[in-house]
């Protein structure tokens, strides 16, 4: 799409403390911010920050303040406490605990947790487990081991500037590490069970555009974790690799082993890329985002529109809500507003308020910058960067401007591989501008 710009959003941390201020819904959220705080932020008062935005009222405007030069270095690492009783060799993984810790860093990981931090970490711990294989001889850790070995990844993480909740925000348990039901963790047993060069060869060369519509790779980790799978009840020579549910809680268990397998014969930077390509098929399937009470609406929108001044403010109040909660990707834009617009029609509300209101894909992401613009992820896998002296920077694309599709009465919900509206996962820039958009960031 011509005109399409991909702008690197770089906030130092004085920046992000009033910026996330205005975000935070929590007290958990906010607590978290609080060590951020530095001289030149004279007024400690969370309300001078906080807009009155509700569902139900009219958001005050907020605009972040420019933080003074020079900025916050934020190479401020500590030493990890480690357990000692972890097995697992940390020094070989040290690139990718390192790109870990950046993608979930600090106050950032709770707004970049369903697209960037959590599915980083997941790759993270089974490309750790799958290359310890190679000594062990083994894709899974005992509960005991488990426990001390995420403690200690999270302690990794947290020394080089990652939130002291990481594990917390993206739901990871000790469990997480070990092979819960599957029934086959031993390398040789699988391998002498599983088509493994079939496997490979479905997943080394993984097409991360199309990948997520054809599931070539998708379909051969089914298939070698089906197989798997029925180890335990020995069905396997009598009805085939299609006994259990594609989505039994055993053969989820056994994706999990089989994503460590691959992890074990794949290189470091290979088996992340298609970890986090398999993660984000999954991501942007699903709209992450929490829709509020919606009465306020449905009683300035619903029944034909008759004040179209008192409905859009009532639009407005109400996605200024939801654009407090996260970051999301351009495809998942694209499902909530197929979400927001299905609840909306349930509420009686059948004109298109979309376009009577103005409201586009961005506006249901986080808004960031003077201009208070929404930012929308790319739909591929992308990874957040730290500088030294400006921060963490993440691509964000701040001109796509495409109108939120309102949806028909018999509009069936599509995948992202049936869209009307075609969203590239990268847009494209013409490198003066691609050059401007560095300079800027």
């Known amino acids: 799409m011509k005109g399409r710009v991909f702008f690197k959003l770089s906030l130092n941390i004085i920046l992000l403390e009033v910026f996330l201020l205005a975000l935070c ?40 303040m420019l933080a003074p030069s ?39 990981a709770p707004f970049l947790a ?22 062990t001889n083994v894709l899974a850790l005992n509960g005991t081991l488990a426990k001390f070995c995420l403690s200690d990844i999270e302690q990794i993480l947290v020394g080089q500037g990652a939130n002291f909740n990481v594990t917390q925000i993206c739901s990871t348990h000790a469990l997480n590490l070990t092979q819960n039901s599957c029934p086959v963790i031993d390398v040789n047993e ?12 479905a997943c080394a060369e993984i097409d991360s555009v199309k990948e997520c519509c054809n599931q070539i790779c998708q379909g051969a980790i089914l298939e070698a974790a089906t197989r798997i799978a029925l180890k335990a009840s020995e069905l396997l020579s009598i009805d085939g690799p299609h006994v259990l549910p594609e989505h039994s809680t055993t053969i989820n268990d056994c994706r999990s082993i089989v994503h460590r397998w ?29 829709f509020p009470d919606m009465k306020h609406v449905a009683k300035g929108c619903g029944h034909g529109i008759s004040n179209q001044t008192a409905c859009c403010s009532a639009m407005g109040s109400y996605v200024s809500h939801l654009q407090k909660q996260s970051f999301i990707t351009n495809l998942q834009a694209l499902d909530c507003a197929a979400s927001l617009g299905t609840k909306l029609r349930k509420s009686n509300i059948t004109k298109d308020v979309y376009s009577l209101c103005h409201i586009s894909l961005k506006d249901f992401s986080l808004q960031v910058g003077t201009q208070e613009a929404g930012c929308l992820l790319p739909s591929l896998p992308s990874d957040a960067t730290l500088d030294p002296t400006s921060g963490i920077s993440f691509l964000c694309d701040l001109n796509d401007n495409i ?8 509009q069936v919900q599509a995948s992202s591989c049936n869209k009307t509206i075609k969203i590239p996962a990268l847009p494209a820039a013409t490198s003066a501008q691609s050059e401007s958009s560095k300079r800027k960031g």
């Open 25 to 64: 819904f929590h007290e958990s959220c906010c607590t978290q911010l609080d060590h951020l705080t530095g001289p030149v932020l004279m007024d400690k008062r969370r309300d001078a920050f906080m807009p009155e935005i509700s569902p139900s009222g009219s958001p005050q405007p907020f605009i972040p």
């Open 70 to 108: 020079p900025l916050i270095p934020f190479t401020n690492t500590t030493t990890p406490k480690l357990s000692g009783l972890c097995k697992l060799n940390f020094t070989a993984a040290k690139s990718l605990l390192s790109t870990t810790s950046v993608d979930c860093w600090s106050a950032f």
């Open 114 to 135: 369903n697209v960037i931090c959590c599915p980083q970490l997941e790759a993270t711990l089974a490309i750790i487990i799958g290359q310890s294989s190679k000594e």
């Open 190 to 201: 699988f391998e002498n069970t599983v088509d493994t060069s079939k496997l490979l060869a």
């Open 262 to 290: 691959l992890a074990s014969k794949l290189d470091p930077p290979l088996a992340k890329h298609v970890l986090r390509v398999l993660s984000n098929c999954n991501v942007n399937k699903v709209c992450p985002l929490n």
């Open 403 to 410: 109108a939120a599709p309102w949806p028909t009465t018999s």
